[in-house]
């Protein structure tokens, strides 16, 4: 019965030896050791500040922040926390000798690389690690050093090393960046060739050295939608996503890949993914309101295609989309309307010049037709289409030759050619059609 008196009494006098402990600087001071060692370098800041708070005279505290500003690369800040100690114990005196021994160390590192003997910089560099593995700034010059001596791969090797050690250290970062990109724009020079081979090889050997460069893996994913890959362009698309939730271009084309496998509804979130990270993407509002379309949602589609046109009034795709809205509803005018602003953004589109001829026949507009049914046949003679919009034009203006003969050149394209025969037959014989 005492026992179950006395063990409250027990508890609170554990948690009262607890705090004290671990408020103790000395204990402080080992966490913020661990912490550095972990790559947690805020928290080790914050245990070395507290332990000073503690103690504003406790030496080892700015010897520890000595050690961190070396993590990050910083001997500069080194070496004026080093001399903060010593000043307040010389028995920190050895500390700040080692550090000299870094600075020259670099100094004659770096002036042999100027004077181009890379193999005695590598060795003062290396000396340097021997002692100070965690010093991130010496791999930076061992890679500055192998990018001298224009060896790629080990450049990049000594400041992924540096990056490791301390991911924000800007100079190392810059560096990798430039030999990344230099393997990105091979891998693009390659693709822009049809080498789709090289250009995977090259992103791939871009992301041997950087496991988090972002626009490698956004163009193999584009390689891979390219090849049929769907389910690789999706992964490499989803990574960029991870790295660069904010890249828009990912989201478009990622709801792209989707759109063409049948996945509406994963396209539709993709699209509107894009432009919530760009409201000003208007490719994103195009397909969006096309597939809307599709789904018989018009106002939903208007809405989006008449934003797009406003911010961007020179949008061709966004008249002609807002033209198939209309189609769909059967409202030709309109469609007229704003298919005719589509072609004068996007003359060379023959399926656009298509589509336009094809509501001016419905409208019994002959002469447009037949006007923009040349301009689709002209911009692409193998398709039927413009042939059998031509025809039927023709047709409305009681021209039979002239449409036999428009309708014997869609009848070459197998896509039209039952369309295209009967309308031959109907010419023919005429009686088999009359009502």
Known sequence: KNMKLLRPFFMILLAVITVVFSQNPEVLLQNAESQMSAGDYEAAKNSLS?????????????????????YKGDLKEANSRSNTAVQMDEDF?????????????????????????????????????????????AYFYMG??????????????????????????????????????????????????????????SYHKALSYDDTFYLAYFQIG?????????????ENFLKVLELKPEYAKAWFTLGAVYE??????????????????????????????????????????LALLKTAIQIDPEYGDGYMYIGFVYVAQEMYDEAIT??????????RKYHLWFTLAEQYNVTERWDDAIRAAQKCTDLKKSFGGGWYEM?????????????????????????????????????????????
Do not use: C
């Open 50 to 70: 507290e332990a000073l708070t503690m103690d504003p005279s406790f030496a080892p505290a700015h010897v520890g922040f000595s050690k961190l500003a070396l």
């Open 93 to 137: 005196r050895d500390w700040s000798k080692q550090l000299d021994g870094i600075r020259l160390g670099i100094q004659g590192g770096t002036q042999s690389v100027k004077n181009r003997q890379y193999d005695e910089a590598i060795d003062q560099f290396e000396s340097i690690l021997e002692n100070f593995p965690y010093f991130s700034e």
């Open 144 to 201: 500055l050093t192998r990018f001298k001596q224009k060896d790629l791969d080990a450049a990049a090797q000594n400041w992924g090393k540096a990056l490791e050690i301390y991911p924000a250290h800007k100079k190392a970062r810059k560096g990798l960046n430039n030999i990344t990109k230099r393997y990105l724009n091979e891998g693009n020079k390659a693709y822009t060739t049809g080498n789709t081979e090289r250009a995977l090889d």
């Open 222 to 234: 584009v390689i891979e939608k390219k090849l049929g890959n769907s389910d690789k362009a999706v």
């Open 260 to 301: 063409v496998d049948g996945k509406i509804n994963e396209a539709i979130e993709s699209y509107q993914k894009a432009i919530e990270v760009d409201v000003a993407y208007i490719k994103a509002y195009g397909n969006l309101g096309k597939l809307y379309t599709d789904r018989e949602k018009y106002d939903e589609a």
């Open 338 to 347: 704003n298919l005719e602003i589509a072609t004068s953004f996007n003359e």
């Open 391 to 435: 025809g039927e034009a023709e047709m409305g203006k009681k021209n039979k030759p002239h449409a036999k003969r428009h309708f014997e050149e869609a009848r070459k394209d197998r896509n039209w050619r039952k369309l295209a025969e009967r309308k031959i037959d109907e010419i023919k014989n005429p009686e088999k059609y009359q009502k």
